[in-house]
């Protein structure tokens, strides 16, 4: 969107190339049974190179599994955690080059409840161009003899507030004090969707707005305007200002 846009170079931003990378969220995962579903995604066009935050095949309408997954050809790092149905979780899955080997680390309301088994060294994906897609994606498989193979069956179902995406390691410190209210842009920052576009008799209701100040704005496939209804759900952005959040 050139027109709304403060930077239309068109140059890439989201691919973390050699840095650390996070990604944070407030996520509901809705109280039924489930299929594979993944949360977000930017991968190769192989699916062989890249990261997914993906909620795995589950029977229980009470918990889920998260898996974070990230893979460069046959070298593969994942890491899993169960999360809570019926609620907001804030959840920040983290890339972690801060040593010569890198880790995964998923935190859950700030604490570090996950990290890869295995450290590994993995270099620049090469997937500037390809799409980071959010509540919906692709397969994400690797080379052989590596056992990563995740087919999603269908869209997200639930909810996200507040999806923020970093080329840093967020600390705990960092993510206990933002939780829960707006943030402001760094260079750190390259991509923030606050999801609090009001429906209304306007055209574009299908657009959302990245607060990053990377113009990454974008559109919602199949929207509908009940996308934007909270129905019965909790804002768990308690210290978020109304007036500013319609």
């Not at 943030?183 to 750190?188: M, T």
């Not at 606050?194 to 008799?201: I, V």
């Amino acid at each position: 969107f050139p027109d709304l846009s403060s930077d239309n170079s068109g140059k890439g931003v989201i691919n973390p190339t050699s840095s650390s990378f996070s990604a944070e969220m407030q996520l509901y995962l809705s109280s039924i049974a489930n299929d594979n579903q993944v949360v977000f995604q930017k991968i190769s066009n192989d699916s062989a190179a890249g990261f997914s935050l993906f909620v795995s095949e589950s029977a229980s309408t009470t918990s889920g599994d998260l898996y974070f997954a990230v893979s460069s050809g046959s070298q593969v790092m994942s890491a899993s955690l169960t999360v809570e149905k019926g609620k907001f979780n804030h959840i920040c899955a983290v890339f972690n080059r801060s040593n010569t080997t890198s880790r995964l680390e998923i935190y859950k309301d700030s604490q570090l409840e996950a990290t890869s088994s295995n450290s590994i060294n993995i270099e620049d994906f090469n997937i500037g161009f390809n799409s980071f897609l959010i509540g919906s994606g692709t397969v994400h498989s690797s080379v052989a003899p590596s056992s990563l193979n995740f087919t999603p069956q269908h869209t997200l179902s639930g909810a996200i507030d507040e999806f923020r995406f970093f080329h840093s390691q967020r600390g705990i410190a960092s993510q206990r004090d933002n939780s829960r209210r707006n943030i402001w842009r760094s260079p750190d920052l390259k991509l923030y969707f606050k999801f609090n576009e009001p429906t209304g008799s306007y055209t574009s209701n299908d657009v959302a707005l990245d607060s990053s100040g990377n113009s990454l704005h974008t559109v919602i496939s199949s929207f509908a305007s009940s996308l934007r209804e909270p129905l019965s759900l909790i804002s768990p952005m308690t210290a978020e200002r109304l007036s500013n959040n319609p």
